[in-house]
Every structure is written in structure tokens, then in C-alpha cells.
């Protein structure tokens, strides 16, 4: 089992910055791959970054392409999101999650927590 929990959210201005971060407890290994996913009212949840833990290898949506970036902490097993440049089309409520590898689907979600940004 692996836990998720999401913090960081809030309410923004465009062009404000903010940052996301996700607590992993648990049996984690060290090949997983740790995502953030965003889902805004009345749309289909959409991946947003992702991150490879054994070697840092990132990936992202190309809506947050040049203004999100994703990150890690082995030492604290921690993810991060810090999302600069915000526009109103970026709120959502953002979820951490986890996959055992990057053959593997996302099995462990956390919570969710919300970004809403105001024009």
C-alpha cells in the first residue's frame, strides 16, 4: 500500500506562482514513477507532469510545457509541482499519484487538492 497526500493549493491571480507538493509513505519502490494529474469542473482528469524516480526523467502535458516543472526529493519522498505563469484555464483540483513502474497503470491516488486561479 502507498499513501498520497497533496498540499499546497489555493487561490491565485494570473501569473501568480505556486507550489504543489505530494507526502509518498508506504511500500514504495524504486522504480516508480510519480505523477500529478489536474481535473477541472465538468472535464475528464488530464495528466499534467510526470517523473521517473530512478533517474529524474520528466515528462509533461504540453498546456504546462515551459511553466510547470516537476521534482523530486529521494531523501524526504517527496514530489513537487511548482507551477509559475498560472491562468485561469489551470484551475482544477491537482492529484499526486503512483505507479510501480512505467509498465504499470496508476494505482495509488492521493486526495486531490485545489488551485483555482483568478483572472
Known amino acids: 500500500q502507498v499513501q498520497l497526500v497533496e498540499s499546497g493549493g489555493g487561490l491565485v491571480q494570473t501569473g501568480d506562482s505556486l507550489t504543489l507538493s505530494c507526502a509518498a509513505s508506504?511500500?514504495?519502490?524504486?522504480?516508480?514513477?510519480m505523477g500529478w494529474f489536474r481535473q477541472a469542473p465538468g472535464k475528464e482528469r488530464e495528466f499534467v507532469a510526470d517523473?521517473?524516480?530512478?533517474?529524474?526523467?520528466?515528462n509533461y502535458a504540453g498546456s504546462v510545457k515551459g511553466r510547470f516543472t516537476i521534482s523530486r526529493d529521494s531523501a524526504k519522498n517527496m514530489v513537487y509541482l511548482q507551477m509559475n505563469s498560472l491562468k485561469p484555464e489551470d484551475t482544477a483540483v491537482y492529484s499526486c499519484?503512483?505507479?510501480?513502474?512505467?509498465?504499470?497503470?496508476?494505482?495509488?491516488w492521493g486526495q486531490g487538492t485545489q488551485v483555482t486561479v483568478s483572472s
Open positions: 508506504g511500500r514504495t519502490f524504486s522504480s516508480r514513477v
Open positions: 517523473i521517473s524516480w530512478s533517474d529524474g526523467t520528466t
Open positions: 499519484a503512483y505507479r510501480q513502474n512505467v509498465f504499470s497503470r496508476y494505482d495509488y
